[in-house]
């Protein structure tokens, strides 16, 4: 899951952060005409253009910073190491799609990304895996039971490191920019859970489309290696690669022992109250900096020129959402100002209230599914205005936990021509629904107000 706004391709039909976009600054208008608020509509919507470029400019260094770091873990081959680890799984998990397929490999490849967070990655893995999944489709048009599993899993699926939601707390000077990692490592896990369960149980009940697949043969498989053959080729890393000699690995487990050590004098001193909320928040990303860069130093690979690489991916996506952020920053800070944002919570919170969903955080958890640009922007105005405060941890955990998943149907059923869904957007929209309610609720038991 990436923590950047992405859309759809143009089209002739308008979206829905369109809709959405409109609501926001039209009725902030009427209202604030209605109500006398027409000077701080005014003073919001320049307040809120700046605001959204002073964030933008704060998140270059940090996606800077950690893209490098992900792109060490890149050349290093961490990601085929991560699939290789999950193929046993994912073979269970596909029974109907030949283990050496290379849609299984694409697959593998796809969601090994999401979890490492690069979502960049993750698109073309995913869109080569829905091509080759068609090949075994014996009704073309219609998504089989691989293909409503595979979104499913997409969706969903579980977030080792949502650095781009890290990233924007520490733009925004929060306390503990990593203290949302466990909420949405957890909110991810029971996501991703349910959206297998439900698209294995919706895949079963449906008897009508196993009685017509039977019809065609699915086609074998005539590759060997899947995730060899969908692996980036060995030249797009060599220049960032020098051989592996003994003293590298030595140094890197050396370097390895000795944070293990620190750790184990930090429990003997304080027993297991060692490992409360300051780890997670002091030590989290530290050690994942330090494992990274160690992994790197192990596996031959030139960390700095590997770091400095994958740092202009940062500045680039960085400069690149600035004209969402202002978009939604100035529609959603005239709502604000116009009192219409007051009102609306007022109405929507005895809805909210049941999981502990703070009323102001609806809008996002609504526009989530349907624009990744929109939400984005929603959590930027929250962490802008009240960086520790509640409001802005759930809609952060939200974010780490949901996908943008119209865009994601969109994308991957439309490259192969699928129109008839079957129970894929169930799937995928109840595992999101699963999401933002354990990020509610694993948020509720993790924040903590800062001293």
């Excluded at 409503?148 to 977030?159: D, G, H, P, R, Y």
């Excluded at 781009?164 to 000077?173: D, K, L, P």
């Excluded at 129109?419 to 595992?431: E, G, I, P």
Aim: hydrophobic share 55%; with cysteine; aromatic share 8%.
């Amino acid at each position: 899951m990436s923590g950047e706004p992405s859309e759809p391709p143009a089209s002739n039909t308008r979206s829905a952060i369109n809709a959405v976009f409109l609501f926001f600054v039209v009725g902030a208008i009427l209202f604030a005409a209605y109500t006398g608020r027409m000077q701080a509509v005014t003073d919001a919507s320049f307040e809120a253009a700046k605001s959204a470029v002073t964030l933008a400019i704060g998140l270059i260094g940090i996606m800077a910073l950690w893209l490098g770091l992900v792109r060490v873990l890149e050349a290093g081959g961490f990601m085929y190491t991560l699939a290789k680890a999950l193929r046993p799984v994912m073979v269970r998990l596909f029974p109907d799609v030949p283990p050496l397929h290379p849609a299984m490999g694409a697959m593998i490849l796809n969601i090994s990304a999401n979890m490492l967070g690069l979502g960049n990655a993750a698109t073309p893995f995913g869109i080569k895996a829905m091509a080759e999944l068609d090949r075994l489709n014996p009704l073309k048009g219609t998504a089989t039971n691989a293909m409503c599993l595979f979104l499913a899993l997409n969706t969903s699926s579980v977030a080792l490191f949502p650095l781009g939601v890290i990233g924007v707390r520490a733009a925004a000077n929060a306390t503990d920019p990593a203290g949302i990692w466990l909420p949405t490592l957890l909110s991810t896990i029971a996501s991703t859970a349910v959206g297998i369960v439900v698209a294995v149980l919706l895949a079963r009940r449906d008897s009508n489309y196993a009685q017509l697949s039977k019809k065609q043969p699915l086609e074998e498989s005539s590759s060997e290696g899947a995730v060899l053959e969908t692996l980036p080729t060995s030249t797009e890393y060599s220049h960032l690669l020098v051989p592996v000699g003994r003293g590298s690995k030595a140094l890197a487990m050396l370097g390895g022992l000795a944070f293990a050590g620190a750790m184990g004098l930090g429990v003997a001193d304080h027993g297991f109250a060692f490992f409360d909320s300051n780890f997670v928040s002091f030590w989290l990303m530290p050690a994942l900096m330090l494992a990274i860069v160690l992994y790197g130093l192990g596996r031959g690979v030139k960390v700095y020129e590997a770091v400095t690489e994958g740092a202009k991916q940062g500045f680039d996506i960085a400069v690149r959402i600035i004209p969402f952020l202002v978009a939604i920053l100035v529609a959603i800070g005239m709502f604000r100002a116009s009192g219409a944002m007051e009102l609306l919570t007022g109405w929507i919170a005895p809805l909210s209230h049941p999981i502990g969903m703070p009323p102001d955080t609806l809008p996002m958890a609504l526009i989530r599914p349907l624009s990744g640009s929109g939400a984005f922007g929603i959590m930027s105005e929250l962490i802008q205005r009240e960086p520790d405060s509640y409001s802005a941890f759930v809609a952060m955990t939200m974010m780490g936990s949901t996908e943008t998943t119209f865009y994601v149907l969109a994308v991957y059923f439309g490259a192969v021509g699928v129109t008839r869904l079957r129970h894929a957007l169930v799937a995928a929209l109840l595992a999101d629904v699963t999401g933002i309610v354990c990020a509610c609720l694993t948020s509720a038991f993790f924040w903590s107000p800062p001293l």
